[in-house]
T-cell receptor, first 118, second 120 residues
């Protein structure tokens, strides 16, 4: 069964600095997708970045980049130049491929709470 | 259509009462998911619709829970005889399946703002 592990319950970072949020995953499938979502205190889940298991390059979206190490089964999120508005919960998630019997549902980790200090 | 909308945003109910939540997905999205998120945890999958067909239900979805998606548009999630353990955030998400020729995992799910249920 697929599993996502986020070992950092909370992280602190100074404004304008970079921060790395850890994520490891477990799956026996060869084809899968990895996602990061941001959840502010208002509750909505905001999509940040996606990495496919066959993508050879690390995904980047603006200030977000995903450090994908397939052999280690890790998919860490790097936020560069942190801003006060980055303070939120961050969730790593994996999507099951349809041929595993699932229907592309997401499996989430427990999340990391990021606090950006001025 | 600016995104997935959920109604109500907050619901407080007495134990034993029935509640119903609504989710309006992004209009062209054919896939719809319900998740439940308890305090301090990540969302957990409840159920999935492809158009109007409910194709998967989690073991978390007890007999007191029922979900529908008539006509493949909006969806409702009903909880009967609510219990204090049902208190959680209920999140709806939608995505677009691009067909069997599309790469796996090529589209992200868009989430609504959730319905926060408190059972007292």
């Amino acid at each position: 069964a697929q599993k996502i592990t986020q070992t950092q319950p909370g992280m602190f970072v100074q404004e304008k600095e970079a921060v790395t949020l850890d994520c490891t995953y477990d799956t026996s499938d060869q084809s899968y997708g990895l996602f990061w979502y941001k959840q502010p205190s208002s509750g909505e889940m905001i999509f940040l970045i996606y990495q496919g298991s066959y993508d050879e390059q690390n995904a980047t979206e603006g200030r977000y980049s995903l450090n994908f190490q397939k052999a280690r089964k890790s998919a860490n999120l790097v936020i560069s130049a942190s801003q006060l508005g980055d303070s939120a919960m961050y969730f790593c998630a994996m999507r099951e491929p349809p041929f595993s019997g699932g229907y592309n549902k997401l499996i989430f980790g427990a999340g990391t709470r990021l606090a950006v200090h001025p | 259509d600016t995104g997935v909308s959920q109604d109500p945003r907050h619901k407080i109910t007495k134990r034993g009462q029935n509640v119903t939540f609504r989710c309006d997905p992004i209009s062209e999205h054919n896939r719809l998911y319900w998740y439940r998120q308890t305090l301090g945890q990540g969302p957990e999958f409840l159920t999935y619709f492809q158009n109007e067909a409910q194709l998967e239900k989690s073991r978390l979805l007890s007999d007191r829970f029922s979900a529908e998606r008539p006509k493949g548009s909006f969806s409702t999630l009903e909880i009967q005889r609510t219990e204090q353990g049902d208190s959680a955030m209920y999140l709806c998400a939608s995505s677009l399946e691009r067909g069997t020729g599309a790469p796996v995992g090529d589209t992200e799910a868009f989430f609504g703002q959730g319905t926060r249920l408190t059972v007292v």
